[in-house]
């Protein structure tokens, strides 16, 4: 059943484009995560499911009802932002009431609601006091309580995360997560934190100057991303690209990147390859290993021998950037395998992880 | 903050060169603020001492001795005997004139701006840069341009010469100073507050009240005190539009003091100063800080 | 209705400040420039045009002359003396003093008074058979003149004096403000490099605080074209006519004179003025920030 959808949406400072025509249908108790570099737009797109800001064209709606025109107030939404947003001059107690309060709702009501909640939130012992009182992390907790204590419809965050810490971020990344598994309200996350968006999103939406570039379950997108940027965007350290020609020798494909013709049997083509055709081969670095590795689909891989260049320790893994040819390209070895600067060693290529995109147009094929 | 002197070296040993040449300078310097000092304060102490002088001392010079024989006969005169025009009830009224003026001007100015302030940084829509500014470039208009009609303005309305039609104007010129004050303030509170509530289901006005207003406790300080003493000491538009039944003080004093019938009583003049001042005065004293802010804020203000 | 109310709340609640701005600034202003082209004596009226007469009237008043040609040099002097010892002083001040605020405090306190109270004041303190120069004359200096409210060639310097007197404290502020905005690093590394304090000021610091040089300059300038309070407690534009300043030319045509139609006139020179200081200097702010 469909939750929101967002149809034909646009929206302009200016002669500024921020959003254009994005088209998207959410289904009830999907957490999607908007992902993208900052000004690609997605802040806007939420702030406009919010109805913060009104679109230039296009229509939005909630729960089958059309809230294009309707006031943040009435289209049962509630929101978490980066800076929390927590009314100043009001205790925790207040702030988590006061949603209900403006809605008529009586305190007899209201009470048990912020106690429950503020218990599953661990901040019972913090209602009285003031946000000015409360470390980052409280404070994201008294922002997420604000919006649980409404029950509304849908959640919409906006970079939460980002004000914290990198340990605090990581849990209280968990414990959205666990909270959207326990209630099952359809949420919108705003981030640009790929981390974020892989672990919490059941789908995610790629953005890029105020366009959608994808959307799909994260894996997907991680795999098969559909075109340069998303490949790019994605993955730390971030995707090889090597460049080269297609070949085409009876029935089977191959990509001529210099130093090596890398086969292509396996690839699942989605245009039909042509000979010539100048490509950019895509192979993330936990991909590209020493031949000794066991691969990913258990097949034998593509091996090639490769000078190391440089190396770096991560601690759980040693990035090895190796010379082909021409061009660089960065593998993801064991931490218990450190390659000799400047021997060559023999690596493996799992081309099942493969992805080909046109030179030119960018897109996948 | 730097010293022109290094700090006086910690070694214990006596007077050295450096050590004396530290001494020297600084001590030139704490010349030199005394003398500014000196400047600064010297006519007010002058002003105080000579009101609670005798005109018979007065006259034998000695600007600077404290009276022999304090007397407050002067303020007594100042306040409620003194001649001002055609009439010889002191200050008092023109005290209570100023008061009954100010007060509601202020309130009303500063709660105008404040609205406008807000509705300008919080609630933009297209063309509020427009506004902002058309509002805010009264502040660099000489009032002279605008008294002529103003007066046409009050007698059709039938305000001239009235108090309230000196509130009026008042109320009408602090906009654009009182809008641009907390537009430039408002501009700090967070825009995602106004978001929260909003989804919270809170109006403008509730959002201003109950969540911007409280946290804005200092501007509202520092929009008082601008207006206050703006209001208090204006003289053009109180000569402009007065009569002398609803004069403000900065008039009967100046009329006081500049009136060219009877003996000059300077020690009354003197007092009659001092209480002018007074209200002002005590403000910067109580809220220094604040004050410096108005007046950096006011100083464009015509 | 309710929906339209919520969503131009912030417009209906500034439209009434918008309307009394634009008939109470703006009509009033074009109000003034009609008037300026009218024979108006005591009323205005609108029947007796008589285009830009009252402007050729004006240039050919000696009188007028005499106030713009004041504006100027008041300015010039007060600008010139507030600028470089409001300077001066709030570098003393910058010395890491003892009670500092005390300081500050003295020299600040004249701008909460108004310009009448000032003015009163320093009529009195310039009371050549009163004031400081029987002061003078009882220290020994029996041959001290200080006749600057008596003298039409030098009465200019009594309103400088009582400008300054006020506004100083404003200026020496700002200074203040923006000599605690610099880098301390600065100091660091011109110690370490061995420059002298007042080389540093003169070369590094001063040329440093330009945008305040700027502001107070505008600031100033602005309240030397609209000086009238101050100029009618300490002098009533006198000796004669030899203090007389722009604003009280108009106040005096408007209000004793019965010609409005040359007062107008002389206001919408003033406003000129101010808009002349005023553009170039909005200009430079908004290029700055673009």
């Known amino acids: 059943?469909?939750?929101?959808?967002?149809?034909?949406?646009?929206?302009?400072?200016?002669?500024?484009?921020?959003?254009?025509?994005?088209?998207?249908?959410?289904?009830?108790?999907?957490?999607?995560?908007?992902?993208?570099?900052?000004?690609?737009?997605?802040?806007?797109?939420?702030?406009?499911?919010?109805?913060?800001?009104?679109?230039?064209?296009?229509?939005?709606?909630?729960?089958?009802?059309?809230?294009?025109?309707?006031?943040?107030?009435?289209?049962?939404?509630?929101?978490?932002?980066?800076?929390?947003?927590?009314?100043?001059?009001?205790?925790?107690?207040?702030?988590?009431?006061?949603?209900?309060?403006?809605?008529?709702?009586?305190?007899?009501?209201?009470?048990?609601?912020?106690?429950?909640?503020?218990?599953?939130?661990?901040?019972?012992?913090?209602?009285?006091?003031?946000?000015?009182?409360?470390?980052?992390?409280?404070?994201?907790?008294?922002?997420?309580?604000?919006?649980?204590?409404?029950?509304?419809?849908?959640?919409?965050?906006?970079?939460?995360?980002?004000?914290?810490?990198?340990?605090?971020?990581?849990?209280?990344?968990t414990e959205i997560k666990k909270l959207h598994q326990s209630l099952g309200t359809t949420a919108i996350y705003v981030t640009h934190d790929q981390l974020e968006a892989m672990t919490l999103a059941t789908r995610m939406v790629v953005m890029k100057a105020g366009e959608i570039q994808q959307i799909g379950k994260p894996e997907e997108v991680y795999h098969r991303p559909v075109n340069l940027f998303v490949a790019d965007f994605l993955g730390n350290p971030g995707m090889n690209f090597m460049k080269?020609?297609?070949?085409?020798?009876?029935?089977?494909?191959?990509?001529?990147?210099?130093?090596?013709t890398l086969p292509l049997d396996g690839y699942a083509f989605e245009v039909a390859p042509v000979a010539g055709q100048a490509v950019v081969i895509g192979l993330r670095p936990e991909s590209i290993q020493p031949a000794s590795v066991q691969m990913s689909d258990g097949g034998a891989p593509y091996a090639l021998t490769l000078k190391p260049i440089l190396t770096e320790h991560t601690g759980s893994d040693n990035l090895v950037v190796l010379a082909m040819g021409e061009q660089e390209i960065v593998g993801k070895f064991p931490s218990d395998m450190l390659p000799k600067l400047g021997e060559p060693v023999a690596i493996g290529f799992d081309l099942s992880r493969v992805s080909v995109f046109d030179a030119e147009s960018e897109r996948r094929i | 903050?730097?010293?022109?002197?290094?700090?006086?070296?910690?070694?214990?040993?006596?007077?050295?060169?450096?050590?004396?040449?530290?001494?020297?300078?600084?001590?030139?310097?704490?010349?030199?603020?005394?003398?500014?000092?000196?400047?600064?304060?010297?006519?007010?102490?002058?002003?105080?001492?000579?009101?609670?002088?005798?005109?018979?001392?007065?006259?034998?010079?000695?600007?600077?001795?404290?009276?022999?024989?304090?007397?407050?006969?002067?303020?007594?005169?100042?306040?409620?005997?003194?001649?001002?025009?055609?009439?010889?009830?002191?200050?008092?009224?023109?005290?209570?004139?100023?008061?009954?003026?100010?007060?509601?001007?202020?309130?009303?100015?500063?709660?105008?701006?404040?609205?406008?302030?807000?509705?300008?940084?919080?609630?933009?829509?297209?063309?509020?840069?427009?506004?902002?500014?058309?509002?805010?470039?009264?502040?660099?208009?000489?009032?002279?341009?605008?008294?002529?009609?103003?007066a046409v303005t009050l007698r059709t309305l039938g305000l001239f010469g009235s108090v309230e039609g000196l509130i009026l104007i008042h109320v009408i010129y602090?906009?654009?100073?009182?809008?641009?004050?907390?537009?430039?303030?408002?501009?700090?509170?967070?825009?995602?507050?106004?978001?929260?509530?909003?989804?919270?289901?809170?109006?403008?006005?509730?959002?201003?009240?109950?969540?911007?207003?409280?946290?804005?406790?200092?501007?509202?300080?520092?929009?008082?005190?601008?207006?206050?003493?703006?209001?208090?000491?204006?003289?053009?538009?109180?000569?402009?539009?007065?009569?002398?039944?609803?004069?403000?003080?900065?008039?009967?004093?100046?009329?006081?003091?500049?009136?060219?019938?009877?003996?000059?009583?300077?020690?009354?003049?003197?007092?009659?100063?001092?209480?002018?001042?007074?209200?002002?005065?005590?403000?910067?004293?109580?809220?220094?800080?604040?004050?410096?802010?108005?007046?950096?804020?006011?100083?464009?203000?015509? | 209705m309710r929906r339209f109310l919520q969503r131009h709340m912030s417009q209906i609640a500034l439209s009434p400040s918008l309307a009394l701005?634009?008939?109470?600034?703006?009509?009033?202003?074009?109000?003034?420039?009609?008037?300026?082209?009218?024979?108006?004596?005591?009323?205005?009226?609108?029947?007796?045009?008589?285009?830009?007469?009252?402007?050729?009237?004006?240039?050919?008043t000696p009188r007028w002359h005499v106030a713009f040609t004041n504006m100027f040099l008041f300015g010039g002097l007060f600008l010139l003396v507030t600028i470089s010892l409001g300077l001066v002083i709030a570098i003393l001040i910058d010395q890491r003093i003892r009670a500092e605020s005390f300081f500050r405090s003295i020299v600040m306190y004249p701008m909460a008074m108004s310009f009448v109270?000032?003015?009163?004041?320093?009529?009195?303190?310039?009371?050549?058979?009163?004031?400081?120069?029987?002061?003078?004359?009882?220290?020994?200096?029996?041959?001290?003149?200080?006749?600057?409210?008596?003298?039409?060639?030098?009465?200019?310097?009594?309103?400088?004096?009582?400008?300054?007197?006020?506004?100083?404290?404003?200026?020496?502020?700002?200074?203040?403000?923006g000599l605690r905005g610099i880098d301390e690093d600065i100091w660091k590394a011109a110690a370490i490099d061995g420059i002298p304090a007042w080389r540093v000021y003169v070369f590094i610091v001063i040329p440093m605080l330009a945008p305040v040089f700027l502001t107070v300059v505008v600031l100033l300038a602005l309240s030397i074209v609209r000086s009238f309070d101050l100029v009618v407690a300490l002098t009533n534009g006198g000796p004669g006519v030899s203090s007389d300043l722009p604003s009280v030319f108009m106040f005096d045509m408007a209000f004793r004179r019965t010609n409005l139609g040359l007062s107008a006139a002389s206001a919408v020179v003033m406003l000129g003025t101010v808009l002349a200081i005023l553009i170039p200097y909005l200009y430079a702010e908004t290029r700055e920030r673009a």
């Open chain 3, 117 to 177: 109270v000032t003015g009163i004041i320093w009529q009195w303190l310039l009371n050549p058979t009163l004031g400081i120069e029987v002061m003078v004359h009882q220290l020994g200096f029996t041959s001290f003149r200080l006749d600057w409210l008596t003298n039409p060639d030098t009465v200019i310097w009594a309103l400088v004096v009582a400008a300054f007197w006020q506004g100083c404290g404003l200026v020496m502020a700002l200074f203040l403000a």
């Open chain 1, 1 to 173: 059943m469909i939750d929101i959808r967002v149809s034909n949406c646009n929206k302009s400072y200016g002669s500024l484009r921020v959003l254009k025509d994005i088209n998207l249908e959410i289904e009830r108790g999907e957490f999607i995560v908007l992902l993208g570099p900052s000004g690609c737009g997605k802040s806007t797109l939420l702030h406009i499911v919010a109805g913060l800001d009104r679109l230039s064209s296009g229509e939005i709606e909630i729960g089958g009802r059309d809230v294009t025109d309707v006031e943040p107030k009435d289209r049962d939404i509630a929101m978490v932002f980066q800076s929390y947003a927590l009314y100043p001059t009001m205790s925790v107690r207040s702030n988590m009431e006061f949603g209900l309060r403006m809605r008529g709702k009586p305190m007899s009501e209201i009470r048990p609601l912020v106690e429950e909640k503020a218990r599953m939130l661990h901040i019972d012992h913090l209602l009285d006091r003031r946000p000015s009182q409360l470390s980052g992390g409280q404070r994201q907790r008294v922002a997420i309580g604000r919006a649980l204590v409404r029950d509304p419809k849908v959640f919409l965050f906006d970079e939460p995360l980002s004000n914290l810490d990198a340990k605090l971020r990581a849990s209280m990344r």
């Open chain 2, 1 to 150: 903050m730097p010293a022109l002197t290094n700090a006086l070296p910690r070694r214990s040993g006596w007077l050295t060169p450096r050590r004396r040449k530290a001494i020297l300078t600084r001590g030139f310097l704490y010349f030199l603020l005394v003398i500014v000092a000196a400047f600064f304060a010297g006519p007010l102490y002058i002003l105080l001492s000579t009101s609670f002088k005798t005109m018979p001392e007065i006259q034998s010079g000695g600007l600077m001795t404290l009276p022999h024989e304090p007397t407050v006969q002067p303020w007594i005169t100042a306040w409620g005997e003194a001649c001002i025009g055609i009439t010889c009830g002191g200050l008092k009224g023109y005290f209570g004139n100023s008061m009954v003026m100010t007060i509601p001007a202020v309130l009303i100015s500063v709660m105008i701006g404040a609205i406008n302030g807000y509705a300008l940084a919080k609630w933009p829509f297209p063309g509020a840069r427009f506004v902002f500014a058309a509002l805010v470039a009264g502040n660099f208009v000489p009032f002279q341009v605008v008294l002529a009609p103003v």
């Open chain 2, 174 to 302: 602090g906009i654009p100073i009182t809008t641009m004050l907390f537009r430039n303030f408002f501009l700090s509170v967070p825009n995602d507050l106004i978001k929260a509530a909003r989804i919270d289901g809170a109006g403008f006005f509730w959002i201003f009240f109950r969540i911007v207003l409280p946290l804005s406790p200092s501007v509202i300080v520092v929009a008082l005190i601008l207006q206050f003493t703006g209001i208090w000491n204006d003289f053009l538009f109180a000569v402009s539009f007065s009569n002398p039944s609803s004069a403000p003080m900065t008039v009967a004093l100046n009329n006081l003091v500049n009136s060219n019938f009877g003996v000059k009583e300077y020690n009354v003049h003197m007092a009659a100063t001092v209480i002018a001042a007074a209200p002002t005065l005590i403000l910067y004293i109580l809220l220094g800080r604040y004050f410096l802010r108005g007046m950096t804020a006011g100083a464009v203000k015509g």
């Open chain 3, 21 to 60: 701005i634009a008939i109470f600034l703006y009509g009033f202003i074009a109000y003034t420039a009609a008037v300026s082209t009218t024979n108006s004596k005591a009323f205005p009226r609108f029947d007796n045009f008589v285009g830009l007469e009252q402007y050729w009237r004006l240039l050919h």
């Open chain 1, 244 to 260: 080269g020609h297609l070949r085409l020798d009876g029935g089977r494909v191959s990509a001529d990147v210099g130093a090596a």
